[in-house]
């Protein structure tokens, strides 16, 4: 009777198991449309953790907070263009998502390079909407027969006067440049308005940003929360690394799936631990070796979005300034933002794209009218390109999060606007 009972046991073991391996198999081709044993999923480790760092950031002399060179831009299945566009990519040596290091020397008279400035929606356009400008250009004769080389010097977090500051870096120490965009707006009034509620001026790189790296460079103003939140974060990290290890070893199909899922828990857990760290107010520290400026006017939250405005408008038209002596043509985008709109959502993308949890729903709200108003004398100014609206009749989702970035379609269509606002204007193409 005991060795009939083991023979059941090891029966009901051996099918569950081949049954297991069969669901789990049919479910990675289902996700790839490979077979599992002869194909492996890519699972990159967080390189700070691998090589014991604690971020890969760190903190410009000029541009404010940066990545380090070599810092992985993963790019989603969804948001991919292209069958050639890489699943991952890397900064350069300046800490830009970019196909080269900076400055670009042009190798041939041809050669036509185009700058694109502003946060990280025109770090994520740098990746998703570049080609679909650059094809629409390439339909006016003037640029048909020429290599449009762009470079990116967008980056997350970034708002005036970055831009104009990265710009007059990389002019002065002999970066050309053809062609000017600069995609911004959200950036301007989001966040300065959380460094207003911070302290800091709202000229200064944002709070949000910096001072996750503040705290690291000077403990003391480190809070109880964020001594907890910062040990969570390295904690999931570690997590990640080694489900990514255990995932590059394993040949079991199964297993594989329960790893997957594991590793997509921890994934998920350390990004949300990253927004909550980043949303904890610091303790002031006047002994931090990071100086960075308290407000310098006495505002209320309707004069800091308004302040914000102007200095975004200031600082655009002296952008236009530098490139206009040099000859080079520059175009400014106010960006659109899903709080700020007459776009109808549908149900589903109204659940991505819209929260009244989000920290910069109020700001967008109350900052975007801000900037209209300053929209009006910037056009007499700088080419300017007000998109606010290209979404509007758009069926399709757009917006791919609650903060401001886009989808694929979304990323064409302000390709689109920015071509035709192009193309249309005063230029050596008409």
Known sequence: MLRRALWVIVVNVVVFCVLAESVALFIFYNQTGRLFYTYRKPYEPIPETQQGRITGDGLHPYFGPTHRQGH???????????????????TNNFGFVAAHDYPF???????????????????????????????DLKANPYFKGRE????????????????LLVLSYFLSIGQAFDLVVNIDGFNEVALASLNHQRGLDISMPSAMHLEPLVNLVNQSSLTPEKLQSLAA??????????????????RIAAINVVLEQLHASATRSYQAELGRFSSLPSNPSNASLIL???SVTARDEARALADAATHWSEASALMQ?????????????????????????????AKVARSDSSPFKTSAEAGYPALMRESAALKTRVNFLDATGIFDREASAVYMDDCCHYTLRGNQLLADAIAGRILTSRGPWN
């Not at 449009?148 to 831009?163: A, D, I, T």
């Open 148 to 163: 449009l080389v762009p470079l990116c010097l967008s980056h997350e977090g970034y708002k005036q006067p970055q831009q």
């Open 72 to 90: 992985p831009f993963d790019i989603p299945e969804t948001l991919r263009e292209r069958s050639t566009t890489p699943a991952r990519l890397t």
């Open 105 to 135: 020397v042009k190798t041939n008279p041809n050669q036509f390079v185009i700058g694109i400035f502003g946060g990280s929606v025109g770090a994520w356009f740098c990746q998703i909407g570049i080609n679909r400008l650059l094809d």
């Open 233 to 250: 974060i390295s904690e999931y990290k570690e997590r990640i690394n080694y489900l990514v290890g255990r995932l590059q070893q394993n």
């Open 321 to 349: 300034t530098m490139l206009a002596a040099r000859g080079v043509t520059y175009f400014h985008v106010l960006q659109p933002n899903q709080y700020f709109t007459t776009r109808t959502f549908t149900a589903d993308e």
């Open 292 to 294: 960075a400026t308290p």
